[in-house]
């Protein structure tokens, strides 16, 4: 009944997150005890911070499960942390330069983000149905508070009212999905559970218990129909906000979907396939035609992100080792895509303010030419046209639904991505085609930076990335079969 | 038979049911919430009888304690017309009862073929040890085999407070705000002037 904490030495699984736990406190106190003019320096600590933990994760893995089987280091946990540090690192400093406009030259900002990494670190590692939902609550809680930041805004804030009404609404499906799964199983540890269900016949209760928990991932991954919230919280939401919703929470919640269904739900894989498959299809169908009528660029890309899930669900829906390698692959793609094309909406200003309408964009090829390229490579990656990075995650996601025999699920996410296009195409005309109609504001130099390293990794994924990428991930769902 | 514990029961069940009636249908808002704390206070009698005494006073202390404190300082500030509020209620009603009838019939089915396994009791993490109060049961895992799930959950509410404070501290210039040193520092001729009044005249 005891810990089996008997070391300091003992918790060494676990240091990322400690690292990320004290920092944030200590970031708190500095930022408390300073001027308020300071609260960029505190975002460039806790960008440093956030690198620090990045380098024990890569460098130092100390694998193994601690807490009594509540927290979990394995290669897919390795993997993934990389990524949600990474989204949340990059959200930071793509907030640096337009921090006053958006409200969120305040020290608490940095501060909530390291808190939401905490929180999606613990999802990541979560191997106990009570510790994935503490990790769920402590990210989603900080995302409340981070979308309805600009408090002076109406929109800001009716965003944060409808993400955290309808946040607790799917929080409360969870929970109930944990208590019928532990009151069926005996048992709250996922790898446990596993064992219930191998020994009984599978119960109509742990079925039920299942479809509310995927219900409750599904809200925060937004699949259809559990996207609803999506684009006015993405269009509400301070824009650097914004950025790192689309990018670091997604891949934390896709984790544990994995993680969960394939750990705790292993023998009754036809069950969850169905709705992984329905998730996928309805997600995938939705965005590509919801998003041809999206006049604002934060609604396109909200429904752009709904559509992604879609296809990254494609890879799980295979329910193997090869579909979990693309999920891990088109999540990696996904965050460095997602990243890049904030960084150019945020590079989108006039005097006046925020660029935030499609037409808006009208010759920014003539005005802003490198804005506008870096525009139009992630507008066909996120098609998916070889050979940018776009392309690769499909192909690995759609080449395990093929091997699972899934094909009318590929060819349907094949049409998506066909239809999608058109909508990706159209920014791209309206910036090259039409005629220039506003004087655009200077770049700042970060956002340049960003744009840089996520263009060269989207246009060479093939010859630089894409091997060591694909490795990883080979091995990061290799830890999970 | 009618024993004791089973005699209260249903004091404390019919008790919570009636008032829980009673929070909705009550005209005045704050009745409603008085209603609700009755309503946890039998509550918590349920909780003890069932043998679980934590809950049962954390029942009392957070809920009625905290919670129905604070929502009669909402209601009392907040002021709602709950008249204009109710005024659609019967158009309402038919609707509403065939949907609370469907739901009851629907729990009355499930609970009519509901059978707990019995190796669950047996196979759960940790046994219930009914030699122990359960007090002291939380006592010994809250610290060492829930450290973990401890610690999150105090990460979860240092994020609420900062949320709280991010969205409603406003420091606004012109406040007038308590200085302790500048206060004791003050001397008697600094802070009262002594001026002599003639009779019959003002200053």
Known sequence: MNSDITSFASLAPAFPEMLVAAGAIVLLLFGIFTKKE???????????????????????????VIFNGGFIADEFARFM???????AAFALILSLPSSRQHQLDKFEYSVLVLLATLGMMMMVSANDLMSLYLGLELQSLAAYVLAAMKRDSARATEAGLKYFVLGALSSGMLLYGASLIYGFTGHT???????????????????????????GIAFKISAVPFHMWTPDVYEGAPTPVTAFLASAPKVAAMALLVRVVTVSFAPITSDWQQIVIFLSIASMVLAAFAAIGQKSLKRLVAYSSI????????GLSSGTAVGVEGVAIYMAIYVTMTIGLFACILALRTQNGAVED??????????????????????????????????????????????????????????????SAFYYLRIVKT???????????????????????????????????GGPLAAAARVASGSLF | MMTLPLFFFYLFSIIAVASALMVIVARNPVHSVLY???????????FMLAGAEFLALILIVVYVGAVAVLFLFVVMMLEVDFGQMRRGILQYMPIGVVIGAILLLELLLVAGSFVITPEVMSSSVIPIDNTMENTRAIGLV???RYVYLFQAAGAVLLVAMIGAIVLTLRHKPNIKRQDVVRQTSRKRHEAVEIKSVKSGEGL
């Open chain 2, 36 to 46: 609700l704390i009755v309503v946890f206070v039998n509550s918590a009698g349920l």
């Open chain 1, 38 to 64: 300071r609260a960029n320096g505190v975002a460039m600590a806790a960008v440093v911070l956030l690198v620090a933990t990045a380098g024990i994760v890569i460098f130092h893995p100390a694998q193994g």
């Open chain 1, 431 to 465: 910036m090259y085609f039409d005629e220039p109609v506003l004087e655009y504001a200077a770049v700042p130099r970060e956002l340049t930076a960003v744009m840089g390293v996520t263009g060269f990794l989207v246009i060479t994924y093939f010859v630089t990335v």
């Open chain 1, 307 to 314: 559509g992604h899930v879609g296809f990254a669900l494609v």
């Open chain 1, 189 to 215: 540890q996922l790898d446990l559970i596993v064992d219930q269900i191998v020994m009984g016949e599978r119960s109509i209760g742990l079925i039920f218990g299942m479809v509310f928990l995927l219900a």
């Open chain 1, 358 to 419: 499609i037409a808006e964009l009208a010759g920014l090829a003539q005005r802003r030419p490198f804005v506008a390229a870096m525009i139009a490579v992630l507008m066909f990656s996120l098609i998916g046209l070889p050979p940018l990075a776009g392309f690769f995650a499909k192909w690995h996601v759609f080449l395990a639904a093929i091997e699972a025999r899934l094909f009318v699920l590929a060819v349907i996410g094949v049409l998506a991505s066909a239809i």
């Open chain 2, 142 to 144: 809250l610290y060492t």
């Open chain 1, 81 to 87: 942390k990389v990524l949600v540090i990474g989204g």
